[in-house]
């Protein structure tokens, strides 16, 4: 019988702070990984997703992320990026230990969001790591400072919620599966092979971890996808229903309409707001 304990929560990452002033940014690239791969480290994090699009894993919660996105993760968080080896995300992450500055910050959940302003303040932090301009210590400090502010203040987009001790490692092949095959045309039955499962049993145990069947899951992580790509690109309605794997936009129209309350361009046209003014 498959062990049903949960997911390991994650191994130690360990970045080398210079001694002189506790930040460093970096670039990378994130492909396909597994659950084994999942990490936590003793500093603060910000990325900005540069290129590419995919799933941020945050503890319990599955994300869809797209470029722009900003990722928030504080110390202890497990976590990890997926995406496509074929289509790699390029990222580049700001990282600090809060404890070598004089700045805090303070109780901050882990988080994807789409905020213009942030992005905005990580790349002139980076700037200023690049720079080392005279008082960019002082400049990185305070900028951290309106960092951990409007990271406090931000929502998240509504994600897809697990809960990793009531048996998600049993379906986690499925969900793995799924989560770098979702365009494509999946079986269930193909799904509950690769749990070692019958199908009628993996139907009921996949129900009963993630609360929809596993056709509904393959749903919805299609137009959870969409929705970010409606929100955060200019690309057509078309190219996004054949992208996330509707072979007809009428289709992708009605489940998007029964799911979102609103057509997709209804949807786009409702987040249409000025960008919004750093200072």
Same mark, same amino acid.
């Given at each position: 019988m498959k062990d049903e304990k949960a997911l390991p929560l994650g191994k130690l990452h360990t970045l080398d702070f210079p001694d002189t002033f506790?930040?460093?940014?970096y670039f990378c690239e994130?492909?396909?990984?597994?659950?084994e791969d999942m990490q936590f480290h003793k500093h603060f994090e910000f990325g900005i997703c540069l290129e590419g699009q995919g799933i941020f894993f945050i503890g319990n919660r599955m994300i869809p992320f797209t470029q722009g996105n900003v990722s928030i993760i504080p110390p202890g968080t497990p976590h990890f990026a997926q995406s496509l080896d074929s289509h790699p995300s390029k990222w580049m992450f700001v990282a600090l230990d809060a404890s070598g500055l004089s700045c805090s910050p303070g109780s901050i959940a882990p988080n994807i969001v789409y905020d213009k302003a942030t992005e905005q303040l990580l790349r002139i932090v980076a700037e200023e790591l690049d720079s080392k301009s005279d008082g960019y210590e002082d400049a990185v400090t305070k900028l951290f400072d309106i960092? &951990?502010?409007r990271a406090s203040r931000l929502d998240t987009d509504a994600p897809?919620? &697990?809960t990793y001790e009531d048996g998600l490692a049993a379906i986690y092949p499925a969900i793995e599966y799924i989560t770098q095959h979702y365009p494509e045309d999946i079986g269930i039955d193909a799904l509950a092979s690769l749990c070692n499962m019958s199908l009628s049993h993996f139907r009921r145990k996949f129900t009963a971890v993630?609360?929809?069947t596993p056709l509904r899951y393959l749903l919805m992580m299609r137009l959870r996808m969409a929705g970010v790509l409606l929100k955060q690109t200019e690309r057509k309605v078309s190219d996004i229903a054949l992208e996330v794997g509707y072979n007809t936009l009428s289709s992708f129209n009605r489940h998007f309409k029964e799911n979102y309350g609103m057509s997709p361009k209804d949807y786009r046209a409702s987040l249409k707001n000025p960008d919004e003014n750093i200072f």
């Open positions: 506790p930040v460093v940014h994130k492909k396909y990984k597994t659950a960092l &951990f502010i897809i919620f &697990f993630t609360g929809m």
